[in-house]
Structure formats: structure tokens, C-alpha cells
């Protein structure tokens, strides 16, 4: 299918290796991260997607992918390690449409991503995702990839609401609930991370793409 034009909508989680709060978020994205690296795990679940070309639309609501990214100490440096996942429950047509838009070739976020800040790109995989939302407490689970578990760090206003960062340079949202992860762990993509316990860095928002 030749595509002309594309939307996503839907929810975005995320964990990484770095001490929360993760410095790329208030220094735009300057300041140095934890370690030598910054493992990021993004994962978004589709609520409302379609994908449009000369083969007709393909709808890809209810679908879920990951964004994989190893960057080096300062993010904005670019030279990052990139890879993606997109959930094999897709038929074949829109496992083609998603596959063009997480890998950046069909532009959009994901596109900016691959033109200006990746050096190596490690592909991509098909796998079942599963994406778990209860209130403040979030999960993912890629068998054979990467898990991870984190919950929004709540308010003391007793509304139920996490804290948020807003107006920040983010891919997925201008605007992050903050969270702290309980496990992050990737075995995937020739990368090795197993973090249990550390309440390292996490974030949670909608997210809307265009392409």
C-alpha cells in the first residue's frame, strides 16, 4: 500500500534506567543522565488509528507498539541505538502500516527521531504486548523482550492524581504524569538492562501522531 497520510491516538508509558526524576526531562533535553547510558522503554496503546493510502484505509485501533532507545550520556547528542516492537496480533495490512510508522519511515514523531538523533538501527520485532492500566500503577510485558512496572507518584491533595511535569520537549506529550518504576528489565535488541526495586525514572500520558 502506497500511504498518503496517517493518525494514532491513545495512551503512552514509559520506564527508564535513570534516578527519577530523569534530568533529559527539565534540561530540554541537556543534562546528563544517570549513567553512561539512558535505556528508555516506550510503550503506547492505540485507541483510535488509521492508516490511509492507495490500497485503502487500514484501521489500527486497539493495537500496541514500543519504541526501544539507548542513547549515550546526553540525549540531545544523538548517536542513539533505536529498535521497535509492534503487537502480533496485526494482520498483515496493518503490520505493514505500523511498521512504517514506528520505524520513522513514514514520518511523523518516529520519523524525527530516526532522521536526527539514530546512528544504529536494530529493527524490528512482531510480539504480543500486553498493556495494563489500574489507576496510578501501570505494566507492560513483551515476552522474550522487555517488562517493566511503574505508578504515577501521587499528589498529597488526596484527588488521586499524580504529579505531572508540563510544557517539557517529549515525544509523546508536552505534558507527563511522573511515576517510579518497581522493575524495569530488557533482554532484547543486544541490549541487557534488570533494574528491581531502584524507583528509577517512569512517565504516563495520552498521546496523539500524525503523519
Known amino acids: 500500500m502506497s500511504v498518503k497520510a496517517w493518525t494514532i491516538s491513545g495512551e503512552y508509558m514509559e520506564s527508564c534506567n535513570c534516578d527519577y526524576l530523569c534530568p ?36 489500527l485501533a486497539g493495537l500496541k507498539f514500543a519504541l526501544v532507545i ?74 522474550g523482550v522487555l517488562s517493566y512496572e511503574i505508578e504515577g507518584v501521587a499528589s498529597r491533595n488526596g484527588n488521586g492524581q499524580p504529579f505531572y511535569i508540563d510544557n517539557t520537549a517529549h515525544p509523546a506529550n508536552t505534558r507527563l504524569a511522573l511515576a517510579r518504576s518497581k522493575s524495569t528489565r530488557i533482554q532484547a535488541f543486544d541490549l541487557d538492562l534488570d533494574m528491581q526495586g531502584k524507583g528509577n525514572n517512569g512517565h504516563f500520558a495520552a498521546f496523539s501522531w500524525a503523519g
Open 70 to 143: 539507548r542513547s549515550g550520556k546526553v540525549m540531545s547528542d544523538g548517536d542513539w541505538i533505536f529498535a521497535n516492537v509492534v503487537d502480533d496480533s496485526a494482520d498483515d495490512a496493518q503490520r505493514a502500516a505500523l511498521a512504517g510508522i514506528v520505524s520513522g519511515e513514514l514520518g511523523g514523531v518516529p520519523g524525527m527521531i530516526r532522521d536526527n538523533l539514530v546512528s544504529d538501527y536494530r529493527g524490528l520485532q512482531f510480539k504480543p504486548i500486553d498493556f495494563i492500566m489500574d489507576g496510578l500503577a501501570r505494566s507492560v510485558d513483551i515476552p
Open 24 to 59: 533529559c526531562i527539565y534540561t530540554n533535553p541537556q543534562g546528563e543522565a544517570t549513567f553512561d547510558h539512558c535505556t528508555a522503554l516506550l510503550v503506547f496503546r492505540i485507541d483510535l488509528g488509521q492508516c490511509s493510502g492507495v490500497g485503502g484505509d487500514v484501521d
